[in-house]
Every structure is written in C-alpha cells, then in structure tokens.
C-alpha cells in the first residue's frame, strides 16, 4: 500500500503541465551543481522545492505551471544577473511572479485549514473583495520576506545581490499590486452550477493529486 501510495505520488509530480516543469526545474538544479557555483544551487534547489506547493494547494494546471515556470524565470534572472542589466526586470518579476505565488498560497490555506472562503464559489462583492485582500495580504507578507532574503543574501553571500531602499519599496509596490490581480483571478474562477450528472470540479483543469 505505501509503496503504490509513493508511486502515485511521484506520478503526480510529473504529471501534466505542471509536472513538466517540476523536471525543468531538477534539471536546472544538475546545471547548477554541475556548472554554477554553490549559490546558485542553494537557489535552485529553493526553486525545485517551491516547485512541489501547487500539488499541495490543488492548484489547477494553468496556474500550477505558470507558477513554476515564474520561480524558474525569476531564479535564472538572478543566477545571470539579468536583473542589474535590464532595469525594468527586477519590478516586472517582482509583480508577476509575488502575484503567482500569492494565489497559489491562497489556495493552498484554503485547502489545508479552511480558514478562508474557496475563491471560486463567492458570489458578493463583500466576499470577492475578502478574496482579494487576502490574497494580497499573503503577496505582501511573501515580498517583504523576499527582501529579507536579499538582503541576508548581499550581507552574508554574494554583495552584487543588489538592494537599496527605493528598490525594497518599489519591489513590495508590484509585489502587492500582482496580488491584489491574482485575488481577482481567483474570484473570476467559477465553479459550474450544479445538474443533473454534472461535474462539481472546477472550470480551470485542477492538477494532478
């Protein structure tokens, strides 16, 4: 029984869009260790771990690969400083992949504890904008989190991880603005009305558990 359990589970990794890019991200880990130095695979090995939350979270497939393709994008930026190169990068990443990671951790409180509402069964303004905040909440936190990282990251490993006060704020800036959509995005995911031999899953095609 454990066994098959385990095999499941490591189905599940690989299965579907999502589980195309959990294997990017193992092979963006042997590149690491094999090519970039001890940084960058303290970096990816973060990344692949990441990887593994929409599983966790039931996230649907479109959400739980464009998740993981955000982490892997935003972590070869770094590991190539593209970020100092292309000064408009650092906020578009900071905005696109927080508000990926925000919905996805939105998902995945709502799946483990039940102490927020399932986003894509509210139909009030009160409950979306509930759904909204929180979300952006939960981006918010993540960003400053993320700014602690590079900042104990420039102070204790590499110095060219580059931070400054105007880039701290304008990261948490797009940070919350990409959540507060991705709340949006969340309350646009309707779940079917319920007839006669009808599916109860949602629209969105949910990942592989």
């Known amino acids: 029984m454990a066994r098959t359990q385990r095999a499941e589970a490591m189905r599940a990794l690989v299965r579907g869009p999502g589980g195309a890019v959990r294997v990017l991200g193992a092979v963006c880990l042997v590149v690491a260790l094999v090519w ?3 940084v ?22 479109r959400l739980d690969a464009a998740y993981g393709l955000g982490l892997v994008a935003a972590a070869w930026c770094g590991a190539l400083q593209l970020y100092q190169a292309v000064a408009w990068l650092d906020v578009v990443a900071h905005l696109v992949v927080t508000g990926l990671v925000a919905a996805v951790a939105y998902l995945l409180l709502q799946r483990r504890t039940g102490v927020v509402v399932d986003a894509g069964t509210v139909t009030t303004g009160a409950a979306r ?39 701290t704020v304008g990261d948490l800036v797009a940070g919350g603005i990409g959540s507060a959509v991705a709340g949006v995005w969340l309350t646009a995911r309707r779940r079917p009305r319920a007839v006669a031999g009808a599916s109860t899953t949602p629209r969105d095609e949910p990942a592989a558990t």
């Open 129 to 167: 904008l509930g759904v909204v905040a929180v979300t952006a909440a939960l981006g918010c936190a993540l960003s400053v989190l993320w700014e602690v990282g590079e900042y104990l990251g420039n102070t204790y490993v590499d110095p060219e991880i580059y931070v400054g006060y105007a880039d």
């Open 40 to 61: 960058d695979v303290a970096l990816f090995s973060l990344v692949l771990a990441g990887l593994v939350v929409p599983l966790a979270a039931a996230a649907p497939r």
């Open 36 to 38: 970039r130095g001890p």
